[in-house]
């Protein structure tokens, strides 16, 4: 087979038409139903939206190196926040590494052609340009105060801004999710190559089958809340409000039945790629392959029975409560038996500190610590005290920015090469992925004290006496968004001065690397027929990956 | 199916129509117990409903796969009526630190 | 190469998509997908149940007295028509699977028939509501200055001296001035009952009240909660309708070129099985909206 061959002889494919070489125009791009295309184009728009969200997350820590409300007077600042929330929520974390990743690997990872649907695939993106579009435009013309949550009564009958266009943005950008999900869920089902049985594919697959469950299911919800938000906006009927007998706690109810499972959708994806890292820098088969997959499916099931308990001090019945808040304590588990199988598959492995392998371990960490405290807060006693807390906005950084962010930089690295066919300076790339490290821990952690020390979150001013701490995490932010730049430069350098890549320059047994790098069009020269079990490193992966192991180290001894 | 049984499985949605009209106008709250009706005119629903999924949308003749689709989201439609109206049945039952 | 051999074979087998090995393989995978979509649209309409039944729980004479002045006859007429337009959709199917050309055109014709009844019935209903104040929404009703005093109005007791609750459906209907074009009610009588049967929730003791009496316009505003669900229900599933006519327009049309065949059917599966959803959507509307309430005042 060409990619044996070119593991033996550590050289690159002959140059012949990869996805990037097939068709020059804009046309070819703008209305390609390549999976791959559409997956690069996903990582650039996703990428601008990461950064103008970025910037709102330096105004909100610049405001709040001091303890007044003097770099930005509090109608501002609620602006930043919530435009914050909403472009790094819905533009940003929901669709990075589906859309990203997941669009570019799946067909790869169970020997597929493309999706099954590739022009509701090019619909999604299209649809989640549109959606994208039309937020930014809101946010140029003034944008939005109400918070990323848009409680009603304030959104739907005090606030003045542009909430029906950035709500509209969103509805539509709901869609686009739903389409990726709706794709992904087929495709698993119907497009696996021969031999490719459930239980041999990849774990980063299982999760995204997962992610789409609750994509699928959860997205509408979030769709009629928006558009009843809207209609009472322009009705005034009072279906949010208590005076005309309507009840803003039922607005809260339909936007957290899809808000809460929405995090599942940004955490699972995550998890399926840090199971790849594990595994595959590790050298050793994944421990307990069958339960990470099924707690894949289980936190998916039982994330949409906890909603409530981002719900315990608005008003709901106690008894409702406690129902919630024991459901949260269930919903942890699953998560919790991915991290002990992760870190049994590390024991005896053969671990090779690359840069995707730093993100994983960090990962694990931080993870750890933002779900820890997510139990914390899942404690109807201790939530009375923390809510609307910093402590609040620190567990959620921990696991969507120490977790999923740190995930997705992870992913990017380590598939970069199959993506581009270019290598990246590992160098640089250990750099940056300690500086994020660092900068995050500044940024959070003192924010998790803040919060115990009762500093409310969403105000711009604060007590005198918390300021040092504030200090601590806005230099963390600085550090964080230098480290979070260093890709940009480093990856984007390697897209024309890097080195050539080869089919699998990692030396690993995943289909996705059974393939050119960068794949042509139709993903395999041949249909492969898959007779081995999943992170298989032995002589059953049909790779002699030992062998090239050796080989290479030798190679880099000799030079 | 045949043309027949399509007839058949739509004369049954007819009467199933006619019988929820009529039953209706008549008080069952007060003849049997408080929440007759609806629960009637949800029963014919729900069966009529069942006769459209698994005859007309050929359902009973799909696989395991789709016939789970169907279920599993009427499923998710109950955990979302379910735990919103426990907020609202327990209303005024309980308070914090008592 | 092997691909050379797919395309070979993609060209013969008519509407195979490049990215599939057989017919088989794209089958299911449009019906899965199709599936998933309307698993999306149960949800997306779930959350409007939702809310009607948290306010329905709460408010259940004030929904009543709402329920009963909906047209049952018209509701049930609709559901009627859409049943038949579901046995023709459903014909339309059998028939593209035996490829027979004209009999598939007739039936989305007749379809199409059926699915315009339904939308003509509820513009009627809609108008009706629009005649009388019964759109929830100030300014969207037709807007009636001081002087006319002919046409029926709904709700009014004909002295505005009487309580809400003593309604005189005997005296003379007037039509009473409405130059805002507001949502108008006043015939609280249900709440009265719920009062004297001992049967008015936690929620009504409090909403319907004021100083321990019966507050006209508290009921009223409960009331317009109703409408107001009536009309974003009964809208977007019109909305789904409309669409719906889109799609046997389209499918109507590569019907009658004779695209589908015993082969090649599954487009018109799947606008089916989009027509049934809709069917289904109406079939649960018509009793909750319609009929639920009903039997308080026959």
Known sequence: MQTQEAIVQGLAAEPKLNYLTNGWTIRSWLLTKDHKRIAIMYLISVSVFFFIGGLYAGAIRLELLTPASDLLESGTYN??????????????????????????????????????????????????????????????????????TFYAPYSTTFSNTYVMLVGLGIFINGFSSILTGLNFIVSIHTMRAPGMTWFRLPLFVWAHY???????LG???????????????????????????????????????YSHPAVYIMILPGMGVISE?????????????????FSSIAIAVFGFLVWGHHMFVSGQSMYAGLVFSFLTMVVAVPSAIKVFNW????????????????????????FLVGGLTGLFLGAMGLTVHLTDTYFIVAHFHYVMVGGQVIAYLGGIHYWWPKMTGKMYSEFWGKISAMLIFVGF????????????????????????????????????????GFGLLMPVVYLGHSLIFGKAAGDNPWMLPGLEWRTASPPPTENFEKMPVVTWE?????????LDLEGARKRDAEATAAT | MSIAKYFIVFGILFVGTIVTYVVALTDLDGKFFAGANTLVALAIAFFKMTCVILFFMHVYWSSKLIKLSAVASFFWLAIMFAYTMQDYLTRGTGVFGQ | MSTHSDTHEHHNTPGLQHQFEDMKQQEDSVSIGMWMFLVQEIMFFGGLFTVYLVFRSQYPMAFAAGSNHLDAFLGGLNTLVLIVSSLTMALTVYYAQKGNRNMQVILIVLTMIFGAAFLGVKAIEYTDKYNHGLVPVTGLNKKIKEEKTAGHSVGHSSEHEKPCYEVDHNAPVVEHPNPKG?????????????????????????????????????????????????????????????????????????????????????????????????????????????????????
């Open chain 1, 79 to 148: 602006k930043v926040f919530t435009q914050h929330g909403i472009l790094m929520i819905f533009f940003f974390l929901i669709p990075s590494i589906p859309a990203i990743l997941g669009n570019f690997l799946l067909p790869l990872m169970i020997g597929a052609k493309d999706l099954a649907l590739p022009r509701i695939n090019l619909l999604s993106l299209y649809i989640y340009w549109a959606g994208g579009a039309l937020v930014l435009f809101a946010l140029m013309q003034g944008g939005v105060d109400t918070g990323w």
């Open chain 1, 277 to 293: 890292l594990i595994s595959n820098f590790s050298r050793k088969k994944i421990f307990g392959y069958e339960f990470i997959a």
């Open chain 3, 182 to 298: 507001e949502f108008l009610w006043t015939d609280c009588s249900l709440a009265k009952l719920g009062l004297d049967t001992n049967t008015l929730t936690v929620a009504e003791k409090n909403g319907y009240f004021s100083n321990d009496k019966i507050d006209a316009n508290k009921f009223r505003d409960k009331v317009r909660i109703f409408f107001w669900i009536y009309f974003v229900m009964t809208g977007l599933h019109a909305l789904h309708m409309i669409i719906g006519l889109g799609l046997m327009a389209w499918l109507g049309w590569k019907a009658f070129r004779n695209t589908y065949s015993s082969e090649y059917y599954m487009p018109v599966e799947m606008s089916g099985l989009y027509w049934h959803f809709v069917d289904i959507v109406w079939i649960f509307l018509f009793p909750l909206l319609y009929l639920l309430g009903r039997h308080f005042l026959h």
């Open chain 1, 534 to 542: 999943a992170y298989e490193f032995g002589e059953e992966s049909g």
């Open chain 1, 343 to 366: 870190t049994a598959t590390l024991y005896k492995g053969s671990i090779s500190f690359d840069t995707p392998m730093l993100y994983a371990i960090g990962f694990i960490g931080l």
């Open chain 1, 210 to 216: 997962a992610t789409s469950l609750v994509m699928v």
């Open chain 1, 219 to 257: 997205t509408p919800v979030i769709a009629i809340t928006i558009l009843l938000l809207a209609l009472e906006r322009v009705g005034k009927i009072g279906i949010f409000d208590p005076s005309i007998g309507g009840d803003p706690i039922l607005f809260q109810h339909l936007f957290w039945f």
């Open chain 1, 441 to 480: 821990n500044l940024t959070f952690f003192p924010q998790f004290i803040l919060g115990y020390m009762g500093m409310p979150r969403r105000y711009a001013a604060y007590p005198e006496e918390l300021q040092v701490l504030n200090i601590f995490s806005t230099a963390g932010a600085s550090v964080l």
